[in-house]
């Protein structure tokens, strides 16, 4: 799935993010090429998600590189321009609460890319159908359930027409039920190509819609490696311990 | 009995009239520039560097600290001594003005720092400047949250207005004050001044409640 020999779309190259005493991040590598899936698992506490945050800037990384296609993301003096470009979905969705579900995705188009409205609305409709949302276009985000949310703030990051889509935890903060809802809009993306890096606790996902499966541990990748040899047999016994702690807790996901 | 208010009212309208425009002219200009800068006021101790942060700060706590009598007395009777001539207009409105501003600076800075910070990180990784994040996503939620702040703020104002007869400006008060005196009829004057105050305000606080159920967000107004 990976081979194909066009520059990679994302290239996180000796990352290093300290807060205060504590090193989050120590060194992290990684490529990601166009229509890749890949998920990063690992415990809570482990950067993560401060990994995320770094790759679109709105932490900064003490040092290390990250390019995007073939521009440095890290020495960027406007970074603004880059963060059209890569799209972020959060735990707790960040909708903005004085939009309806419509406003929040067109927001983005007619404020950051100077679109014409109209135009802006067309775009926003057809991501709504997307995500399966038309129904809920004028509703306000306290309106909405968690899963609806989510949804929403997927298609706001579709909308952007990002080059790769960042997910932090995106069910982490959902009821069990409505999960499923946000993780099958997920796996059309996959299925579409769409490049996505995502920060997950959902080992069915995982297994089942990702290319590469990176396991985090105190601020380094530990391994990386395709679901089937990550779960059958990894190189690591702690990556075995991990995922066996996870599966138990999860459950293995409809394979 | 009721004669004596009915006199009153019917041979005094236009002094009355007069003092309760200037009132509220004197209001509705402090109102809208206190509005103005205390809300710039409140995003720049939020959002803005250190030093303007500082000056911000600095000036607030100034402001509040002194009385705005001391205040309006400086401007009116103090500066003239440095050629900086006011009108008692001039001065009073300067001291309501820089009063409204730094209480609201306050009012707003708490409904800023009430807005979950997740919005503006939302709204930074689609690409906005902090600038058009705040003005499209902060802004927009902080000035409902204020609002009943504001209305407070308002009837404040409105009332402190009153203060301007001291250094001489035409307002309500002053009208009354000379009413009153050239009459001898203190009680009665000043009931019907004070009830042109309460009518005022209770039009304010009905049309600012009305504002704010208007631009209420649905889903998120008061559970009874």
């Not at chain 1, 807060?19 to 890949?38: A, H, P, Q, R, Y």
């Not at chain 1, 298609?155 to 409505?178: G, K, N």
């Not at chain 2, 006021?41 to 607030?60: H, L």
């Amino acid at each position: 799935m990976n081979d194909k020999k066009q520059s990679p779309l994302l290239r996180v190259k000796n990352l290093r993010k300290s807060f205060g005493e504590n090193v989050v991040l120590k060194d992290v590598s990684f490529i990601m090429n166009e229509g890749d899936t890949k998920v990063i698992i690992g415990p809570s506490g482990t950067g993560k998600s401060t990994l995320l945050t770094c790759i679109n800037q709105l932490v900064r990384p003490d040092s290390g590189e990250i390019y995007l296609k073939d521009e440095c993301i890290t020495s960027a003096e406007n970074m603004n321009r880059f963060r059209q470009r890569i799209g972020f979905v959060f735990q707790d969705f960040g909708l903005f609460n004085h939009l309806t579900a419509k406003k929040n995705i067109m927001v983005g188009l007619t404020k950051v890319k100077k679109m014409h409205k109209k135009e802006a609305e067309e775009i926003a409709v057809e991501e709504l159908e997307r995500v399966g949302l038309m129904k809920q276009a004028d509703q306000y985000p306290a309106q909405l359930s968690g899963g609806q949310k989510q949804r929403v703030g997927i298609a706001r990051a579709l909308a952007m027409q990002p080059e790769i889509i960042l997910f932090d935890e995106p069910t982490s903060a959902l009821d069990p039920e409505l999960i499923g809802e946000v993780l099958s809009v997920m796996e059309d993306l996959a299925e579409n190509r769409m490049t996505m890096l995502i920060v997950t606790h959902e080992m069915g996902f995982a297994r089942t819609v990702s290319d590469e499966i990176i396991f985090m541990e105190d601020g380094v990748i530990v391994e990386e490696g395709s679901p089937d040899k990550m779960f059958k047999k990894p190189d690591h016994g702690r990556t075995r311990e991990f995922l066996f702690k996870l599966t138990e807790l999860y459950g293995e996901g409809d394979e | 009995m009721m004669q004596v208010y009915i006199d009153i009212i019917v041979n005094q309208w236009p002094k009355l009239l007069h003092g309760l425009g200037l009132t509220l002219l004197m209001a509705a200009i402090a109102m809208l520039f206190g509005t103005i800068i205390g809300t710039i006021f409140a995003f720049i101790k939020v959002y803005g560097k250190k030093f303007p942060a500082a000056i911000v700060t600095g000036f607030i706590e100034i402001i509040r600290g002194t009385p705005m009598l001391v205040q309006i007395f400086i401007f009116y009777f103090g500066l003239p001594i440095y050629g900086i001539k006011m009108t008692p207009f001039g001065a009073a409105i300067l001291g309501f003005i820089i009063n409204s501003a730094a209480y609201q600076a306050e009012y707003t800075r708490g409904a800023i720092q009430s807005i979950e910070e997740q919005q503006m990180v939302a709204a930074r990784s689609l690409g906005m400047t902090q600038r058009e994040a705040i003005w499209n996503i902060i802004l927009p939620q902080a000035v409902r949250r204020a609002i009943p702040a504001w209305t407070n703020e308002f009837i404040y104002l409105l009332k402190y207005t009153s203060l301007a007869y001291i250094v001489g400006a035409q307002e309500l008060m002053e009208a009354g004050k000379v009413i009153a005196s050239r009459n001898f009829l203190f009680f009665e004057v000043y009931l019907i001044v004070a009830l042109i105050y309460l009518a005022v305000v209770l039009i304010m606080t009905w049309l600012l409640n009305r504002l704010e159920k208007k631009l209420a967000i649905p889903g998120l107004e008061t559970v009874r």
